[in-house]
Each structure stands twice: as C-alpha cells, then as structure tokens.
C-alpha cells in the first residue's frame, strides 16, 4: 500500500486506499438509507390511515367531522361529541394539571429540604412511566365508587346552581375521566416542569436576594420568568399525552356518543370512540372511524410538533429526556 | 449611621437612599405576607398532588398483592368460576412481543442514531423533529396503523403485528436515544480510531459503539419499559387468546391487555386478576427504569 | 461616633492618613465582632472582628480558601438559604443588629448590596428593567422615581452613554465588562449603604478589570465598598484599608490583620502578611 495521507479528523482522504473510500461511503450510504427508511415508515403510517379514511370523506364530504349526531346504523357519522369530549377531558386535566403541578414543582425545585430533591424528583420521574392503562384500572374499580358516592352528590349540592352538575350520579362521566386524566398528566408536567425551574442559574436566584427580594418575588420575576418556555413545553406535552389517551379514559367515560350537556353526563372521546367501535364496524362506518382516527393523528402532530419546539430549549439532556412522552 | 458631609439634608444621594428605604419598609409587610401565601400555596399543591399519586400505587400494590399466586404466573387464563387461573399466556405474549419489537428495534434504531449523531445538516435536524414528534403522537393511532400494515395485509391478529405497532413506540425512543449515546463518546476515541487507518464503519463498529453501548442500552431499557406498557396499539392488533401461544404469527394475549380486557368485567376473579397483572406491569416498568437510571449513573462515574 | 484607632487597627502604630481628614470621615458604617461561619458544625471562617469605615473601600485578601467570600456573604445574610450554615458573633450595620430575629434579612439586603464574581444581570430582562429591579422588589413602582434611579445608577457605573438609547435591549446584548457594570448600577439604584463585591474583575479581560477598578474608585464617595480581591495589586491600587485573612492548619479561615492598605503593605504586624504580600505565597 501507497502512504497513507490522514488529512482533518475524519480521515477520509487516505490517498491510494480505495478500498477504503469505497467501503466509507457504503457505510454512510447504509446509514442513510436507514434514516429513509425511518422517514418512509413514518410517511406509510400517515398514508396508510389517510387511504383507509378516503372512503368516508369520498361518501359524506368533509363536514361530517362537525357533525352532532353519531349514528353509525342510519349512517350519521357526526365526530362532534367526540371531538368535544376529547377537549373537554384534556381540559379539566389540565385546568387541575397547571396549578398543581406547577406549584408541586416550585415545591420540589425550591421549597422542600435539599436532601429531599434527588428522591422525590425520581419519584416523580419514575410515576410518569407508570403506564396509562393502570390509571384507567384504579379510576374504574377504585375511584368510580366513591366518585358515586360522594364526590358527585358533594358537587351537585354545592355547585349544582351552575347548570354543570345537572343528571344522575352514575360514577361515570366527564368529570371523572378529565380527573383520571389529570391524575396521569400530573407526573409528566411536573417532572418537565421541575427540570426546567432548577436549572435557572443559582446565581440569577442570589442576584435578585441579594437586591432585598422576597423568596416569593425571586421566584416570580425570576425563575418562572427564566424557565417559562420549558413550562409552556411541559404544558404543551402534557396536552398532548390527555388529547391522545385512550384506555384511561374509555374505562370511566361512559362512552355515549351524544354531546354532554353537563359535568356528570357520559360523554366520548375520539380514541374511545374507535375503540369501542371497532369490532363491529364495516364499510363506511369502519372507513369513518379511521377518518376519526385521521383527525386525532392531525391533532397529535401539531400539538406535539409545538411541544417540541418550545421543549428544544430545556437543559433536559441525556438519554432520559427523550422517553418522556 | 452620620458622616461629616456639610450639607446632608439636600445631599439627592441620601434623599434616595431615605426614600428607598421607606418605601421598602413600607411594603415589607405586605411582601413578606404575599411571599408566604404564594409559599403556602404551593406547598398546598404538593400535598394535594401526592394524594391521588399514592394512592394509586397503594391502590395497585394492596389489591395485586394478592394475587399473586404460584398460579397467577404459572397457568393460563382459565373462565370465570374456574380456580387456578393466571396470567402466563399474558406474560408469554408480552415476552415474545418485546423481544421481537426490540430485535427489530435495536439494530435500526441505533443505525439511524449513528446517522444523526455523525451528521449536521438540514436532513438530520428534519430527522430528529420527526423522531421527536413521534414519541408523543397518540398510541392508538399507532395501533391502527399497525392494523392496516399486518392485520389486514396478513388477514389475521398476530403478535407480529402487535411488535410492529410497539416498535413504531419504541423506534424513535431508541434512536434519539442511540444518538445521544453515540454523541456522548469524545471525538478523541473515535479520531484514534481513524489514525490508526481504519475505515468509518470499523471504527463505528468497534470502537465508538462499543463506547457507547451503556448508554445505548440505557435508552433501550427506557424504550422497553415504555413500549410493554402500552395497551392501546395492542387492542388493534393481537387480539388476545386464553391459551399459551409463543409463536408471533398466531394472536396471543399480553400483560396490559389482561389488566385492560379484566378491568371492565363484571367477575370479581377477573378484576382481582386484572390488579395483579397491573402491578406486575407497574413493577416491570419500575424495574427497567431504575435499571436504566443506575446504569447512567454507573456510566457518568465511569467517565468523570 | 469616632474610631479608637487602636481598636481599629489592633493597636500598633498608624500614620495619619490624609483620606481620613477633611470631608472624609472616619466612622464606622459596618462593625465585626468575633463573626465565625460554620457549615454543618464546621468552621469556615472564625472571630473575624473589625470596623468597616463609611465611604471607604475596605479590601479582604488573602490566598484561596482563606474564607474571604464566605465572610462577606455572611455580612448581607446570604447565608440564610443554605440551611446548614450557621453565623455566630455580631455584625452591625449603624445601629441594627444585622442577624437579631427581630432584623428582617430583605430589609438588610436593601441596605447592603452585593456584585458578584460572575456578572449575572437578569436575562428575560431589558437593560432598563434590570437597573429598576431592585427598587420594584423593593415597592417602588413609580416609573418617574424608577426613571430617575436608573439614570443616576446607569451614570455612576459609567454605562449610561453607551445604552441610553437602547434601555429596552436585552441585557445579553452587552458585552461582560459592560454586564458587571449593568450589575453594579443595579445594585446602585437600590441606594444601599455599603456595597460588597465579591472579586468582581476575575471573570473579566484586563481592559474591563481596569475600567471597573476606576469606577470602584469614584463610587467611594457614595457608597461604602467592602471588596473581596485575590489579586494584591488591585487591592493595594484600590483600597484604604484591607483585611488579611489566611486558612489555619484546621482548615478554616482567621483574621491575620487589618488596617490600612499602606500601612498592610509597607510595614505589618504579622510576618505572615508580610510574607503574602510579598508575594511569596498565595
């Protein structure tokens, strides 16, 4: 062999080692062709659903997504109740996710004994992977009942002048799944949260303590100001972690394909509604339910492309962050 | 505290300074009160965020406990009113899943990550959001997809496409995972590598993979815990079966199913069965996950 | 309310400095007595007593791990959040007895500000909002008060020709000479009475350093500055008086000396000052 000229650090121009060119350049065509190949996956699952749904939109149009009533036997395909429910639930989860989880976060991040931080972080960390269809178990055996018992007939008689708690107390509902999805969430925004708020510089803290700051004043002008990107990320991937649930919510919500005209009554959400669909759907109706299934993919993708892009600038780093969904 | 200034009552330093100092102590009381309510609150959030937390896992452990039971692992699923019945097929089903899922996974993801750890251009920025977008869409769309891709083209539920639509979960986890792994060795182990003559996939191969490979495995620990406890993407594909089944062709049963498909029966042996498969799948998870954490920490030692 | 110079200097002999007389006074705003650190039990730094003169720069230096920073952190409270510290002894600010229970740690903070090694302003925050910042957290929210504090900070830490026009920019846009100096106006506008700053040219360029040691310099005759330096050379450049202080075999740090800077450098009391200032070691 000829000398070998290493120029730079990728060594590539090794004159008269052809061989070795060669052989670099199927490497990185190899690795290319994975990537492509990861692309195209990601491109055949967008395709294969949006094939199976034409049928449906070729049939009824496009106006049956905003439809009200959901009728697979008269071939009313109305998503409405569905796609109501959906927001309903993710927004109770999150009306209850914000504050708790925000202010459990400053606890964690500020408040409670140093000591105390690296186990209860993990604690947090560690029940944001505790799968979904756990909280869906707990909620129908364990919460359910007292949810009957108790929690309906205490709001109804206190906040039953808002026409909100209107309806028997079935210990199913609305209310209850946006709570088991609050409950689901809450590990995910304050783990996220928690991250953010204590990487905010030790000495931005001391600067404004040393200026005759309050503890509540640093942390309000100060930190939250610091990290509020990141939280709005974690808000955004908590979002989009209850839009997309299923079994969590199918177990508790009754699933009524009707509009719910109060916090009590049974409702729908687009993943359960295609659940409980599904078996016994054909034809048009199966091809609506992968058009519903369409339009939670549609949601999914922007919610979770904002998400990313607010969540970028976190000091998350590590192999960690990344199977946080 | 005086100085000797002659002329302090007009001195505009001291004037601030007496101002300054009114209006602080004017406003402490109010500060230091709206400090600690705001305080208060948060604390209050803490307690209240621990409750339903809590009590979920004491629900879990306290009602799965019991059932497991040398038979809860051993036997299959038995009908109700029949003793003796266990979740075995399930645990099978999940295992023959997972494995192929992560066989699949592994090699791919890591290929790709090898990719993007390598690169800096628009592709591989485009590539990466994908990936990352990917990990939060919602598990039941990619249960249906996994319906479309096997399901209906095979004709029949199988566990293969159940480990399909898991490894669609898994892929993106393993492969930004990967990357991050891979882009944690320092540039030095890799550019000895390449002094010494080596071509780039030798030195990918052995040396920056092999350095890498805790970390790699950390994240695919991560990817697992995460992929086996999804339950959605296996309603559309696997079907479910009461008998034992190892063969990924065939429909077969998996633990979240069990705890899913139990959950909603109205058979007190059935739930109680569904509550032990919950803390089985609730202890694996918990299980991969702290393995993945010792494993980092283990690594960051090493390297420091 | 004059000084004893024995007590001031430890006894021993003092020549008349000509800063001391005139307009310059010669009392005391800040008064140490036996002030020990402790973190967890152990000592950090201990019985460290001395007087710190109104409109006067007082120096500690010493080699690394001497407790210099670890003392004046204790002199605004900035120990409190670090639960395992404890401060003994009495530091008196005026008439308040800084670390009583009836002493309120935001009000003291108020009164003696802090600049730090790093130059940390506030980065969410405009150039404007970070010299106001101290007097929003402090309850002034009127914009003409706060207007008029910003102007006379952002001229003392000579900044103001270089961002009058552009108050809204954010702070990072500064370079780091001019950030310490956006933090020094900060601390200004507070109006505080005595100013600790805890080796603030370290992280800097030499243009930079010099151009804050100037300004340190004109800032005496409006606020007392209690500065913690590693480097001899500024202090003996910048000070009027200076406080030794050197790690015990035990590992924590003692006062050696104090008095005035000339007196510190030419002729001290302790050889080991002599030796350390002599540069043989440190």
């Excluded at chain 1, 709001?155 to 709570?179: D, Q, R, Y």
Aim: with cysteine; net charge positive.
């Amino acid at each position: 062999m000829t000398t070998a000229t290493v120029t730079g650090t990728g060594g590539r121009r090794v004159a008269g080692r052809r061989r070795s060119v060669l052989s670099d350049r199927a490497y990185r065509g190899g690795l290319a062709a994975c990537v492509l190949l990861f692309v195209a996956l990601v491109g055949w699952f967008v395709v294969a659903i949006v094939i199976q749904a034409r049928p449906a939109f070729s049939t009824l149009g496009f106006s049956w997504i905003f439809q009200k009533t959901w009728d697979p036997t008269h071939n009313h395909f109305g998503l409405l109740p569905a796609i109501l429910g959906t927001l309903e639930t993710t927004a109770i989860a999150m009306v209850l996710a914000v504050p708790i989880g925000l202010g459990t976060a400053l606890s964690l991040a500020y408040l409670i004994p140093v000591r105390l931080r690296p186990p209860l972080s993990t604690a947090v960390e560690l029940l944001a992977a505790v799968p979904s269809v756990v909280y869906g178990l707990w909620g129908l055996i364990a919460l359910a009942p007292i949810w009957r018992s108790t929690v309906e007939p205490f709001l109804s008689s206190v906040l039953g002048w808002t026409s909100l708690f209107n309806g028997p107390n079935s210990g199913n509902g609305l209310l209850l799944a946006g709570c088991i999805l609050f409950v689901m969430v809450l590990p995910t925004m304050v783990a996220i949260s928690r991250d953010v708020l204590a990487v905010v510089p030790v000495e931005q803290v001391e600067g404004a303590m040393a200026l005759g700051a309050t503890r509540w004043q640093t942390l309000r002008k100060v930190v939250l100001r610091d990290a509020r990107t990141g939280i709005l990320g974690a808000f955004t991937l908590a979002t989009g972690r209850a839009l997309g649930e299923t079994v969590a919510v199918a177990l508790v919500i009754g699933n009524s394909p009707y509009l719910a005209h109060s916090l009590k009554s049974t409702a729908v959400t687009i993943p359960a509604l295609i659940v409980n669909s599904f078996g016994e759907a054909t034809g048009t109706f199966r091809s609506a339910l992968f058009g519903a299934a369409l339009v939670l993919l549609v949601i999914g993708m922007v919610v979770n492309s904002v998400a990313r892009l607010l969540v970028r600038r976190t000091a998350r780093t590590g192999v960690a962050s990344v199977a946080v969904a | 505290m005086s100085t000797l200034v002659l002329d302090a009552s007009t001195d505009p330093i001291l004037e601030r300074r007496r101002r300054v100092q009114s209006a602080a102590t004017a406003s402490l009381a109010r500060r230091k009160l709206a400090s600690r309510v705001a305080l208060g609150v948060c604390w209050l959030a803490l307690a209240i965020a621990v409750v339903p937390l809590v009590a979920v896992i004491a629900y879990v452990v306290t009602k799965g406990l019991p059932a497991w039971s040398s038979d809860f692992f051993v036997h299959s699923t038995v009908p109700e009113g029949v003793p003796g019945g266990g979740i075995f097929n399930a645990i099978a089903g999940t295992l023959v899943i997972g494995a192929v899922a992560t066989g699949a996974t592994v090699p791919f993801g890591v290929a790709c990550g090898l990719f993007l750890a390598e690169s800096e251009g628009r592709l591989a920025a485009a590539v990466r959001f994908v990936a990352d977008v990917m990990t939060g869409m919602p598990s039941i769309t990619v249960g249906i997809f996994g319906y479309i891709a096997i399901v209906l083209t095979t004709g029949s539920y199988s566990g293969l496409a159940g480990a399909f639509a898991i490894g669609i979960i898994m892929l993106p986890i393993v492969t930004r995972a990967a990357e991050t792994a891979i882009r944690g060795v320092p540039v030095t182990v890799s550019e000895a590598g390449f002094a010494l003559g080596a071509r780039r996939s030798t030195v990918a191969r052995r040396v920056v993979l092999p350095t890498a490979l805790p970390g790699v495995i950390t994240g695919v620990l991560l990817a697992i815990a995460r992929g086996v406890g999804e339950t959605a993407p296996l309603l559309f594909t696997i079907f479910g079966s009461q008998y034992l089944e190892w063969n990924p062709t065939q429909p077969m049963d998996a633990i979240p199913f069990v705890v899913y498909t139990n959950s909603s029966q109205p058979y007190p042996d059935l739930v109680q069965i569904a509550w032990g498969a919950a803390l089985l799948l609730v202890a694996a998870v918990l299980v991969l996950n702290i393995g993945s954490r010792l494993l980092a920490a283990w690594l960051r030692r090493e390297r420091a | 309310m004059t000084i004893d110079p024995e007590v001031a200097t430890g006894g021993g002999t003092v020549t008349a400095d000509p800063r001391t007389t005139g307009a310059q006074s010669t009392d005391t705003v800040m008064r140490l007595e036996d002030v020990t650190v402790r973190f967890g039990g152990r000592p950090a730094v201990r019985d460290v007593s001395f007087d710190v003169r109104t409109d006067a720069i007082t120096a500690l230096i010493g080699p690394s791990g001497s407790g210099k920073t670890t003392l004046l952190r204790a002199l605004n409270r900035m120990h409190d959040n670090t639960r395992s510290a404890s401060v003994t002894g009495s530091v008196r600010l005026g008439e308040t007895d800084v670390y009583a229970s009836s002493t309120d740690a935001t009000l003291v903070r108020s009164r003696v500000g802090m600049v730090f090694q790093r130059p940390n302003p506030f980065p969410t925050m405009s150039i404007y909002e970070n010299a106001v910042a101290g007097l929003r957290f402090n309850g002034i929210r009127k914009k003409s008060l706060l207007d008029e504090a910003a102007e006379s900070a952002l001229v003392a830490a000579a900044l103001w020709d270089s961002v009058r026009d552009r108050l809204k920019a954010h702070a990072s846009t500064l370079s780091g000479g001019e950030q310490q100096r956006l933090c020094i106006a900060r601390a200004l506008a507070v109006e505080p009475e005595v100013l600790l700053m805890d080796e603030p040219t370290s992280a800097l360029d030499p243009v930079a350093t010099s151009r804050i040691e100037e300004l340190v310099g004109e800032l005496k005759s409006r606020v007392t500055i209690v500065i913690v330096t590693h480097n001899m050379q500024q202090a003996q450049r910048v000070s009027d008086d200076c406080a030794f202080l050197l790690m015990a075999a035990d590992r924590c740090g003692e006062l050696v000396e104090f008095g005035p800077t000339d007196v510190l450098f030419t002729h001290p009391r302790d050889t080991r000052t002599l030796d350390y200032v002599n540069g043989r070691f440190g």
